[in-house]
């Protein structure tokens, strides 16, 4: 068997039980009379006919019938494993709903059962054991015209830490979003995961865990792997980009850089993160009236994540004028051990922003606390990236709003659980003024009478418009300045389409639409800095739909 088209037909020699095993080409009750008597499927499937939007509906009605959020992420990736077309119908009608449960939070609860709920086979599983064997490996999968290949080693997986070979529920689930809001084929993804070991204790006693039960490799050993997978991916897949996917703080940035010269790849908790971070302070600011020249940003948190939002924000405030010195002037970043100071310890990629705050009146110079910080920087911004729950409490929010009439407050951390503020505590604590954006989704608010509408900065918002964009125009790299490009579209969007007044966000029903026009910036922009060969912007609008799937059965051949 093999796939002729990821449009429009598929070919194929499957028949029978082989072929409604197969979740690209199984239609359940849409098949016509005559494709069950050619492909053999009479008495096999129920004798009913339904079309696909009577398919999306019943199976609407039985997911409502599931009672947790974990319950109804099974029934998708069970839905998902049977038929693929009906699964991507079923979100495109409802993506408000149905993002939180394919997508965080509710992912990282499938990425810490893995064990206990792998049933079949998606994506690629490759061990550090197989280095000599990767190429052949990659040639196992099934989709052999991937596009896009979301790769992570499971090591830091949403605040969740080391969860070793379950990140391949990351892989997957992200991969869906960028078929559902991004428009590329199933066939076009490839899900991987990296089982590297895991450090994790609770899982190397556990009985159902899948993956090896050994110690993370590092140093030599984990840098020789990670070269040759790179090798046999440019072999296998030459043309396709790579997403780096929760790697652990120690080698996600220097895998970035390590490879994306060589590699047509980002990294999403680095690069994807700032995109859509600065897309709401772009909307944030609009709501003030202020510039990005006049913030000032406190990070609590300075993982890569952090960083790469600093970064972005500083590759702009040079653009409007600003030196380097005086941009990441405007930056104080703390860790475990307190503000970044100025010694020995730091991450290289950390220094630029390290302060010698020796005129501080504070407890202990070598670990000075938020609290301390807020207090000599009386920011404008603080942002959390620190999965430490409850870190923003009321004294810091209300020490914020002396000195800021609107603050601009976003606890990114990931997942719910790990947020460094719950956003009606910080409505209240601010009495309405604080701009609030969220990593995890949450409800609206009432307080006072008024309704709040949460803005979740989540990077789907940024990598499904990316994904489309690489593939229309054929890009070699990628850059800041492109993720820049993305935010300043994705903001332009927001303020159009936003879900209400105070929305930093557009609706998640508009996502696709959303994509598509980040998709056409982003293509021009890498066009406009030599990194995509010159075409116009008609061929480049006529080639990006015609890439752009929507769910729909093919016609099998």
């Not at 593939?471 to 993305?486: N, V």
Request: aromatic share 8%; net charge neutral.
């Amino acid at each position: 068997m093999h796939y002729h088209s990821p449009t429009n037909s598929l070919k194929t020699d499957k028949k029978g039980i082989h072929l409604l095993r197969d979740p690209i080409l199984n239609k359940g009750t849409a098949f016509s009379r005559e494709e069950r008597y050619l492909l053999r499927l009479h008495g096999l499937i129920p004798p009913v006919y339904h079309t696909l939007p009577e398919q999306v509906a019943l199976e609407w009605q039985k997911l409502e019938k599931e009672e947790t959020p974990f319950a109804k992420h099974r029934f998708l990736r069970t839905l998902q494993d049977t038929n693929e077309t009906l699964y991507y119908a079923l979100i495109t009608a409802y993506p408000q709903q149905l993002l939180p449960l394919i997508y965080t939070p509710t992912v990282g609860i499938a990425c810490q059962e893995m064990g206990r709920i792998w049933t079949s086979p998606r994506g690629l599983m490759l061990s550090y054991k197989q280095k000599n064997h990767l190429v052949g490996i990659l040639k196992n999968a099934k989709e052999k015209d991937a596009s896009v290949l979301l790769v992570t080693d499971g090591e830091r997986i949403l605040g969740l830490g080391d969860l070793g070979l379950g990140g391949i529920n990351i892989s997957i689930g992200k991969l869906s979003l960028y078929t559902v809001f991004g428009g590329i084929h199933p066939l076009r993804t490839l899900p991987i995961v990296l089982d590297l070991g895991t450090n994790n204790p609770k899982k190397l006693e556990d009985p159902l865990y899948l993956g090896l039960k050994s110690p993370r490799i590092k140093g030599a050993e984990f840098d020789d792997f990670l070269s040759a997978f790179v090798e046999a991916v440019k072999e296998v897949y030459p043309n396709a980009l790579l997403q780096w996917e929760d790697f652990g703080k120690d080698n996600a940035r220097r895998v970035l850089e390590r490879f994306q010269n060589d590699l047509l790849s980002f990294n999403d908790d680095i690069q994807g993160t700032a995109g859509v971070t600065l897309a709401g302070l772009f909307s944030a600011l609009k709501q003030t009236g202020q510039t990005l020249k006049e913030q000032r940003f406190v990070l609590y948190g300075a993982g890569s994540a952090a960083i790469g939002i600093s970064d972005l924000i500083v590759s702009i405030l040079i653009k409007e004028g600003l030196t380097e010195k005086e941009a990441c002037d405007k930056f104080y970043i703390l860790n475990s051990k307190g503000l970044i100071i100025k010694s020995s310890g730091l991450m290289e990629q950390q220094e630029r922003y390290a302060k010698t705050p020796s005129d501080w009146n504070v407890n202990d110079p070598k670990y000075i606390t938020l609290e301390e910080t807020l207090l000599h920087v009386k920011p404008t911004v603080l942002i959390g990236t620190s999965a430490q729950a409850g870190a923003f409490t009321e004294k810091l929010v209300k020490m914020l709003c002396q000195n800021t009439e609107r603050p601009i407050i976003f606890p990114l951390s990931n997942p719910n659980t790990n947020c460094e503020a719950h956003p009606l505590d910080l409505i209240k604590w601010s009495h309405g003024k604080a701009i609030i954006a969220t990593g995890s989704p949450y409800p609206d608010i009432e307080y006072e009478g008024k309704i709040f509408t949460v803005s979740q900065c989540n990077n789907v918002y940024i990598f499904p418009g990316i994904g489309l964009g690489v593939i229309a125009c054929k890009a070699r790299r990628i850059t800041d300045s492109l993720f820049a490009t993305a935010a300043t579209t994705l903001s332009r969007l927001s303020e159009k389409l936003k879900r209400a007044p105070d929305s930093l966000f557009p609706n998640f029903i508009h996502l696709r639409d959303v994509s598509l026009e980040i998709a056409f910036a982003f293509a021009k922009e890498a066009i406009k800095e030599g990194l995509a060969d010159d075409i116009s912007d008609e061929e480049l609008k006529k080639i990006i739909e015609e890439i752009s799937w929507k769910p729909s059965y093919p016609e099998i051949t």
